[in-house]
């Protein structure tokens, strides 16, 4: 594929101009955010747009606002940038484990939040899990105006969206969570991971689980929670190996995919392992 030229690009200073343009293009309008997805489109044997615009020099999607309830991450913030600029702040351990893992360095400078959030055939996205376990709201503008939707939702509607619709940011609230984000990688599968634990864990001062949330990645064709799971880990200590074994009792509320690069049955196997790994680095991270 070339790069998109003065022809068919648009760069945009401001998300009602972005949102202009693309309306005005009509369904062959498409955002260009960081570029490393579109890209390589014809690897995916998917046909260019018409007309992109591009989003980079919008300042209010690249910014990143943390403040002492919530945070807010502007839709352009690359995953670099996501990872360093969150890995003193509560509660992203997981997050930043999620954004600085995923891929490899070169992508991860240039792969924006909104585009990661918007390739909705592409499984093994790492974001989605982390974000679904912090009760994330996605802001998301169309020329009618602007709305906010809580992650399951968007993750359920993202398909559909009315074409000329901008992911704006992402929106996480601020709970004294613990949280933490294992990927299995194969050598045979790229970069990408074949399954995906995240989790937020609420423990009480006993050290007892109060509130436990935890999505899987990777496995199925979108990331889901797994409320199976969360339910037998609240009123108990957390614990790795209790974790582990809670996950193998529960491994059938998944379906696990085929793919080139691991069977379904692979990445169900896996998940115990990983969800140990994800309870021993939740009971390291802060709270
Ligand atoms: C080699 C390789 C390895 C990878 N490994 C991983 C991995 O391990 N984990 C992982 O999570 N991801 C992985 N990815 C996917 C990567 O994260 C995505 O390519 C990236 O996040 C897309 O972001 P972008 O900014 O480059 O999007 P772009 O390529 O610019 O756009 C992608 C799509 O999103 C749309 N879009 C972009 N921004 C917006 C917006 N703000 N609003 C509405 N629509 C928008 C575009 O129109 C396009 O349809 C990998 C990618 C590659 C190429």
Not at 1 to 25: K, Q
Request: with cysteine; aromatic share 4%; net charge neutral.
């Amino acid at each position: 594929m070339r790069a998109p030229d003065d022809e068919n690009l648009f760069i945009a200073g401001t998300v009602p101009d972005a949102l202009a343009a693309l309306a005005s293009h009509g369904v062959g309008a498409m955002p260009f955010a960081g570029g490393t997805w579109i890209m390589r489109a014809p690897i995916r044997r998917e046909p260019q747009a018409a007309f992109y615009v591009s989003l980079d020099r919008i300042p209010e999607l690249s910014a990143v606002d943390i403040a002492i309830d919530r945070i807010r991450i502007g839709a352009c913030v690359t995953h670099s940038r996501l990872a360093a600029q969150l890995a003193e702040v509560e509660p992203c351990h997981g997050l930043v484990t999620a954004a600085g893992s995923a891929a490899n360095p070169a992508i991860r400078g240039m792969a924006t939040v909104g585009g990661n959030l918007s390739t909705w055939d592409f499984p093994a996205a790492d974001l989605p899990p982390a974000l679904l376990c912090l009760d994330a709201e996605v802001e998301l503008a169309t020329t009618d105006g602007r709305q906010r939707l809580p992650f399951e939702r968007f993750l359920a509607t993202r398909r559909e969206l009315r074409p000329g619709t901008l992911l704006t940011g992402v929106t996480i609230p601020r709970r004294p969570v613990r949280t933490a984000h294992a990927r299995l990688p194969l050598r045979k599968a790229g970069d990408y991971p074949v399954a995906i634990v995240s989790l937020a864990i609420l423990l009480d001062r006993n050290g007892a689980v109060e509130d436990a949330s935890v999505a899987v990645g990777s496995v199925e064709s979108t990331a889901r929670r797994w409320p199976e799971l969360e339910r037998k880990l609240v009123g108990h200590p957390l614990d790795p190996e209790t974790a582990r074994v809670l996950a193998e009792a529960e491994l059938g509320a998944f379906t696990g995919r085929d793919g080139v690069e691991a069977p379904g049955w692979y990445r169900l196997q896996v998940l115990p392992a990983l969800m140990r790994r994800a309870v021993d680095a939740a009971l390291r991270s802060q709270s």
